[in-house]
């Protein structure tokens, strides 16, 4: 036997559309910047402080296309630390940047990873692109630079850089097309003291 067909009130109606709505509308989001920023984590280090973070993406067709044609592909990474001042705009305590070149060798046929003057190179893209999708333990801030008393916060961002393309391209570009890569978030940091280092035990 069936049962009776309840009938929806038009707020349950309308509230179940309005959850569908928001989820349409984060799910198109997180598709057009195209990065899923699956960790982002700082704490204080002995020599300051330190960020952690690690993304999840795919690399665009037309940039795939690019950079088989020989044009390097950029990646950048932007740290602001910055101190909440209730009396006066916040201040910017420090900035730090990472930047990765990837190219494609046709020679070797190998991709190859540029960052810090360090170089590595892969067999697959998926290898090379696995390489810069994050970093851990990033120092961005020296340790005289926070205040154990302070309230701080830092602005990330990661992208794929299309301003560091060939001059031509970046014109043929237009809206980015193709090539809309980023992710940006804002972490409010609950900073404890670093751990002191065990002290040295007497020899006997």
Do not use: C
Request: no cysteine; net charge positive; aromatic share 10%.
């Amino acid at each position: 036997m069936s049962r009776p067909h309840r009938p929806v009130s038009l707020r349950s109606w309308w509230q179940r559309l309005t959850l569908v709505g928001a989820l349409l509308v984060l799910h198109g989001w997180a598709l057009a910047q195209g990065v899923a920023l699956q960790l982002l984590n700082a704490e204080r280090a002995e020599d300051g402080l330190a960020v952690s973070f690690s993304t999840r993406f795919e690399l665009p067709k037309p940039a795939e296309e690019a950079l088989l044609k020989g044009v390097a592909v950029y990646f950048v990474a932007d740290v602001q630390v910055l101190r909440s001042r209730w009396y006066w705009r916040d201040a910017r305590i420090a900035t730090a940047s990472r930047t990765w070149r990837l190219t494609w060798q046709p020679l070797t046929r190998q991709y190859r990873v540029s960052t810090g003057g360090l170089h590595q190179s892969f067999d697959t893209l998926g290898e090379a692109i696995a390489s810069l999708r994050g970093v851990s333990g990033w120092r961005v801030a020296d340790s005289k630079e926070i205040e154990d008393d302070g309230r701080y916060y830092l602005e990330f961002s990661y992208k794929l850089d299309t301003t560091q393309l060939p001059r031509p391209m970046q014109i043929g570009l237009g809206g980015n097309h193709g090539w809309t890569l980023s992710v940006e978030r804002n972490l409010t940091l609950n900073l404890e003291a670093a751990p002191s280092p065990p002290p040295n035990k007497p020899q006997p």
